[in-house]
């Protein structure tokens, strides 16, 4: 055998159970099951997509909205990295216009509205060490106000889709008895 192709052999043995070890014994995360799983959710529609990447908490008994996410205070909108959301055309959201591109979401939950925020920068983390959130409210390119709907089923993990029926398109946000709909209208 030749002696590069042992001393890489050997190389790459050495990190797969340094990686076992350290997984093993320091951070069991590495080999687990996210507790909050990364989606996506796709809309399209000829030449318009939309596009939603985001991490979906699960109830498992908490008390969501008013506890897990406090009222009246910004919320990453999700877990672990921060949601994005991208659109290929331009739109129009409430009264605001919202540039073709890409885009984290935020949200300050209330019991009555939502105030949902799309943000034009990049955050590779939705919060800090101290799980204060990253955003930076200066890049807020639309600010809308919905109205919360209380659902009569719990929805057990959180979930964002759209709702597509005939000339109308909104993206929701579902978890716990609560659900909202942002309206997205293109300039067409």
């Known amino acids: 055998m030749n002696?590069?192709?042992?001393?890489f052999f050997g190389l790459l043995v050495l990190i797969a159970v340094s990686l076992f070890l350290y997984s093993y014994f320091v951070d069991d995360s590495l080999l687990?099951?996210?507790?909050?799983?990364i989606d996506t959710v796709k809309l399209i529609e000829n030449d318009l997509v939309f596009e939603v990447v985001y991490n979906r908490p699960s109830k498992r008994g908490r008390d969501i909205f008013g506890g897990l996410v406090p009222y009246n205070k910004v919320w990453r909108t999700g877990a672990n990295e921060a949601t994005t959301f991208k659109c290929s055309k331009p739109l129009k959201i409430g009264n605001d216009?919202?540039?073709a591109?890409?885009?984290?979401?935020?949200?300050?939950?209330?019991?009555?509205?939502?105030?949902?925020?799309?943000?034009?920068?990049?955050?590779?983390?939705?919060?800090?060490?101290?799980m204060n959130p990253l955003r930076e409210p200066e890049f807020?390119?639309?600010?809308?106000?919905?109205?919360?709907?209380?659902?009569?089923?719990?929805?057990?993990?959180f979930t964002i889709g759209?709702?597509?029926?005939?000339?109308?398109?909104?993206?929701?946000?579902?978890?716990?008895?609560?659900?909202?709909?942002?309206?997205?209208k293109t300039f067409d």
């Open 3 to 7: 002696n590069k192709f042992r001393w």
């Open 101 to 130: 591109g890409k885009y984290t979401l935020w949200t300050i939950p209330n019991d009555s509205t939502w105030q949902v925020m799309f943000n034009s920068k990049q955050y590779p983390w939705g919060v800090d060490a101290k």
């Open 32 to 37: 687990a099951k996210r507790k909050s799983p």
């Open 162 to 184: 759209f709702n597509n029926t005939l000339d109308s398109i909104s993206l929701t946000m579902a978890w716990d008895n609560t659900k909202i709909g942002i309206p997205l």
């Open 97 to 99: 216009s919202l540039p």
């Open 140 to 157: 807020d390119v639309v600010n809308i106000s919905v109205p919360v709907e209380h659902l009569n089923q719990v929805v057990e993990q």
